[in-house]
């Protein structure tokens, strides 16, 4: 049962994440990012790491894909416009890159395909697991993210401050 | 046994350029302070030359002191700078400070009415170190040194009345000519240096040099003989390179007697019978010395007969008696070259002095055919030009007529040709000289030259014309050979050789009195002579030649080399690399497009391109 | 059978698909979801090979990531809203005054 969950999941993922580099109307491109992380974090339970499924659906869809939401809606955008043409010579090599940069991956994990299962560990990553190493092994981790969390903070309210208060620009703060 | 107090050559060397300092950094509008200052700087180093004298010849053999200070040491490489006192230096050293006082002491007078003198006691304070420092130099890089400074000194003397083109152009002529010739001088010291093998490694100094000539193969020995060769070529202004000495009587008249009479012409023969060990191995560069002179000596008397110019008559019998000297050492006699230079010193710079009185009580007129009669109007001036031209052209029993004697009998016992050219030079300079005197001092005096009365110059520049005139006449009687080469045996007179020398000489005078004696108003010769006249005006066409060589060859290889500078250098190299940095530039600044995906690209671009070589795919 | 590497396949797909919406996306919104993807996909090899070598450091990791991914989209959209301020577009082409 499991292989069929996994490829289940897997195409919803690669599906999903096209829509979201080849879809033109933004609002499609945030519901297939949700929908992508949906499918990742059932993924993530197929590899019995529940807690971090949890926390990439709550933190992730839940708080960080809403604001996408937010601002896509705030800032009314029309349908995009054809660009002047300025970076379309360079667009057709992006992809080609990228392309490149898949093949140099598969030549990179090469010696992988042949690995054995992956049900050879039993670990499982529930919350009384990692909770435990969390607040023993990784406590520095832990409180200097809290750290980095308030620093954004600060960043965000003194960029938006400057366009919510008067409406005036950046700059002439 | 007294030696050489090392102190007093050092006062004798520095005391001019001390002089010349002093004038430069305080006297320049005094004209009385700076002629005393530099006739002071003069007499000291003729006074510590007397006391030096004295030391020196207290001993038997006499004393020689050489004192070196270490001035670069740079592994292979050592260059000294000191002096070396022996009984050569010391004679030369008296005449230059002896005859230079004389000359420095006859200029308080001569440039009295000049509003720049002070610049001029300055130069020639200058001139008399440079000369002092070649005299006693000890290795060749610091004679070069002062060869060079003595150059600069003579040019900056001969074009002093520098807003007169002919004068400044004379003094560049004079340095350029001599920059040719110190060219080839520096490739023959650098040559012998490098050829030098000392035991203790490579050296420029004369007493380190002496032995080691002998380990040296002596056809490059020729080649560096010919080379230094050339810088006397240069300097004593021998054939090819004479033309600068004519021109360079455009500068005053003391210059004229100290630099290109007594003194700086002469340092080309002392170098040569200072480093005569160098030459006297090789037979065929003493062949070609010898000719050089010998030619050099005939070219000159013949060219005298053709000229109107009382300072440019005695440069030409300048070159002519140099080129005697430069024979005599060609010859393989370096004590009669020396002897000669001495007694030479003495009378040429009493006929300039005297000349130089002329042009001064005549308001500087130089033309001969112009003076009339001075020997009454002037007498002391007259009576010792007289004397001059006779020790000149070598009468009995004048200094001139033993040192003349030396060399051709010299030349009488070892080259019979040699000989014909000198006596034939002889005779031409008793006959030009003769010339000279009977046009411009026989005869009646003129009533007035010019609307001015004709008087006798001042008492300053009078008595060092008695001095010289007397030192002229004595100087035979002196001992001076005894007093160069202290090692030679006195030689005996040719009896020969006397005879017909003197026969030549009242000859030559002879001619010039019949031609000149009865005063005409221009030279008869010019008809008589009719179109080799034309030749001997244009000095046998060396300035032509010379001329027509920088005009045309010369200009155009400089116009060649400076459009290939320019072009190919200038454009293509430098401008090359320039434009390539430029035009990289260009190219790539497009990469800056501005746009953050761009970068991105690139980014990714090259990481997929490192992760490849890496795993050595590519 | 599902193996590591199928993970490590699925990964390097979706990584690849959110490197090329990074350098092709008109949009500057589209990147910043493209960056997610990348970040998603990371996670997920760590989590794979977090389960493979039975070492729980993995899952720590992921979840460091998924805090500091958020942070930095949150300060990612302030910049672009302060950008829509500006120049009224959210066109990646017009931000080019860096240009040469």
């Known amino acids: ?173 | 046994m007294v030696g050489i107090d090392p102190l007093l050559v050092w006062i004798a060397f520095f005391a001019p350029l001390a002089a010349c300092a002093l004038i430069t950094l305080f006297f320049l509008d005094s004209k009385r302070a700076s002629s005393l200052v530099a006739i002071a700087g003069i007499l000291i180093s003729f006074a510590c030359s007397c006391l030096i004298f004295t030391q020196i010849f207290q001993n038997d053999p006499p004393a020689q002191l050489q004192r070196s200070l270490t001035w670069i040491h740079l592994g292979g490489l050592t260059i000294n700078f000191g002096f070396l006192m022996n009984p050569l230096a010391i004679m030369m050293l008296l005449i230059v400070t002896g005859v230079g006082s004389a000359i420095f002491i006859y200029s308080r007078g001569y440039m009295d009415e000049d509003p720049s003198s002070p610049r001029f006691f300055a130069y020639l304070s200058l001139f008399a170190f440079s000369m002092i420092g070649i005299v006693l130099s000890n290795n060749f890089i610091q004679l070069f040194m002062f060869w060079e400074l003595v150059g600069l000194s003579s040019y900056l003397l001969i074009g002093f009345w520098y807003a007169k083109p002919s004068a400044a152009d004379a003094g560049v002529k004079a340095f350029m000519v001599n920059r040719l010739s110190d060219f080839g001088f520096l490739c023959g010291i650098i040559l012998l240096w490098s050829l030098s093998d000392t035991g203790a490694g490579r050296s420029f100094q004369f007493t380190d040099l002496m032995p080691a000539i002998a380990h040296i193969d002596p056809h490059l020995l020729t080649i560096v003989g010919l080379l230094l060769f050339c810088g006397v070529v240069g300097k004593s202004a021998q054939i090819p390179l004479h033309v600068w000495l004519i021109d360079a009587m455009e500068g005053p008249t003391p210059v004229s007697a100290l630099i290109h009479a007594a003194t700086m012409v002469a340092a080309g023969i002392y170098l040569l019978a200072r480093t005569y060990f160098i030459f006297e191995p090789s037979s065929t560069a003493l062949g070609v010395i010898a000719y050089t002179g010998a030619l050099t000596s005939l070219m000159a008397a013949i060219l005298a007969v053709a000229e109107n110019d009382i300072k440019r008559i005695l440069a030409y019998s300048t070159l002519s008696q140099l080129g005697l000297m430069v024979m005599a050492l060609g010859l393989g006699g370096p004590l009669q070259g020396m002897y000669h230079l001495t007694t030479h010193a003495f009378f040429k710079a009493l006929l300039f002095l005297g000349a130089g009185s002329v042009i001064y009580a005549l308001h500087h007129e130089q033309n001969i055919w112009n003076m009339h009669g001075l020997l009454k109007k002037m007498p002391v001036t007259g009576i010792t030009f007289l004397i001059g031209t006779l020790a000149l052209c070598g009468i009995f029993p004048l200094s001139g007529f033993w040192s003349k004697d030396g060399i051709l009998a010299l030349a009488y016992t070892h080259s019979t040709p040699l000989y014909l050219i000198a006596a034939t030079a002889s005779g031409f300079t008793a006959f030009y000289m003769g010339r000279l005197f009977f046009v411009a001092f026989w005869g009646e005096p003129a009533a007035a030259h010019h609307g001015h009365e004709v008087h006798e110059s001042p008492a300053v520049m009078t008595l060092p014309l008695v001095f010289l005139a007397i030192l002229s006449a004595i100087g035979g009687f002196m001992g001076i050979p005894h007093y160069l080469f202290p090692q030679e045996a006195p030689e005996a007179l040719n009896m020969r050789v006397a005879l017909i020398s003197s026969a030549v000489a009242v000859l030559g005078l002879g001619l010039a009195y019949k031609i000149y004696g009865r005063r005409a108003s221009t030279d008869p010769l010019v008809s008589k002579l009719g179109s080799f006249y034309a030749v001997l005006q244009n000095k046998f066409y060396f300035d032509i030649v010379y001329g027509w060589y920088v005009d045309h060859v010369q200009q155009n290889i400089a116009l060649f080399l400076s459009r290939f500078e320019k072009e190919f250098l200038l454009r293509l190299c430098v401008g090359g690399i320039t434009n390539l940095a430029r035009s990289g530039g260009k190219t790539f600044r497009y990469l800056q497009n501005g746009l953050v995906q761009f970068y991105a690209l690139i980014f990714i671009l090259g990481a997929v391109l490192l992760f490849l070589i890496l795993v050595k795919t590519i | ?100």
Do not use: H
């Open chain 1, 1 to 173: 049962m499991s292989p069929y969950f996994f490829y289940l999941f897997a195409a919803i993922l690669i599906l999903a994440s096209l829509t979201v580099v080849l879809a033109r109307n933004p609002l499609y491109n945030v519901l297939a990012l949700v929908v992508a992380i949906f499918s990742l974090s059932c993924l993530f339970v197929l590899l019995e790491a529940f807690f971090v499924g949890m926390i990439l659906l709550l933190v992730y869809a839940g708080a960080v894909l809403v604001f996408f939401l937010f601002v896509v809606m705030c800032l009314n955008l029309n349908d995009v416009k054809l660009s002047s043409g300025q970076q379309t010579r360079f667009r057709w090599l992006g992809s080609i890159v990228g392309l490149m940069f898949f093949a140099s991956f598969c030549l990179a994990t090469k010696s992988f395909i042949k690995a054995q299962a992956m049900d050879a560990s039993s670990i499982r990553g529930t919350i009384e697991v990692i909770g435990k190493i969390l607040f023993t092994d990784y406590l520095l981790p832990f409180e200097l993210t809290s750290l980095l969390l308030l620093i954004a903070i600060f960043g965000i309210v003194s960029l938006a401050q400057g366009v919510l208060s008067t409406g005036k620009d950046f700059e002439s703060i």
């Open chain 3, 1 to 100: 059978m599902i193996t590591l590497g199928s993970y490590l396949a699925l990964s390097g797909i979706i990584f690849s698909v959110g490197l090329i919406g990074v350098m092709i996306s008109r949009n500057v919104l589209k990147v910043l979801l493209s960056l997610e993807l990348l970040l998603a996909a990371s996670n997920l090899s760590f989590v794979a090979f977090s389960k493979f070598n039975g070492d729980y450091a993995g899952q720590l990791i992921v979840f460091f990531v998924i805090l500091v991914a958020a942070a930095e989209v949150a300060i990612g959209l302030a910049i672009i809203v302060v950008m829509y301020r500006r120049l009224s577009t959210i066109q990646a082409d017009d931000l080019k005054e860096m240009k040469w």
